[in-house]
């Protein structure tokens, strides 16, 4: 026997016509949907994602606005406006150009803009404000040990100057 006679149907890549693009290309092209037949969407993927970004721009004015109003509830317009009310700085350290929201994980709600940095250390203290108040309670220690380390550095260092050391 030849090799083409030991082919089987199914050693054959299963091939799915696009109905965009109107190639027909291996399943593995096509992004993964449960409720279909096949089990993959009826889109090739490059398709698909041009067919996504045409939907956010059409029906949401693109995918920031989108992006807002999905995850947080608002829109494009609501975050520029809250910008705005908070003189165009981080609503925590006063920086400018903050790009984040802060929301409650909890209730949900928007409680505004901040920078990546304010934003992220937010949510590495769990958005606890008494974890937070612990925080500054221990920094401020540090920095009071500080202080004194450096005022008896400099008492000493003005000894050794006059010649009393």
């Known amino acids: 026997m030849s090799g083409v006679d030991q082919l089987h149907f199914e050693d054959l890549p299963r091939l799915k016509r696009?109905?965009?693009c109107g190639e027909a290309k291996p399943l593995d092209e096509f992004p993964r949907n449960r409720n279909s037949r096949d089990g993959r969407h009826p889109y090739c993927k490059p398709c698909h994602n041009t067919r996504g970004q045409e939907s956010k721009q059409r029906l949401y004015g693109g995918?920031?606005?989108y992006h807002l109003k999905r995850r947080?509830?608002?829109?494009?317009d609501d975050f520029d406006r809250m910008v705005?009310?908070?003189d165009g700085t981080c609503a925590v350290c006063g920086r400018d150009d903050p790009e984040h929201v802060d929301h409650s994980?909890?209730?949900g709600a928007v409680r505004g803009i901040l920078c990546f940095n304010c934003n992220g250390g937010l949510?590495?203290?769990?958005?606890?404000?008494?974890t937070l108040r612990a925080a500054a309670a221990y920094l401020d220690a540090h920095d009071a040990d500080a202080r004194e380390l450096v005022l008896t550095a400099a008492t000493r260092a003005k000894e050794l100057r006059a010649g009393g050391g």
Request: hydrophobic content about 20%.
């Open 123 to 130: 949510g590495q203290f769990r958005d606890s404000a008494d």
């Open 105 to 107: 994980h909890y209730p």
């Open 63 to 65: 995918s920031r606005h």
């Open 72 to 76: 947080y509830g608002i829109g494009a």
């Open 18 to 20: 696009c109905p965009d």
């Open 84 to 86: 705005i009310e908070q």
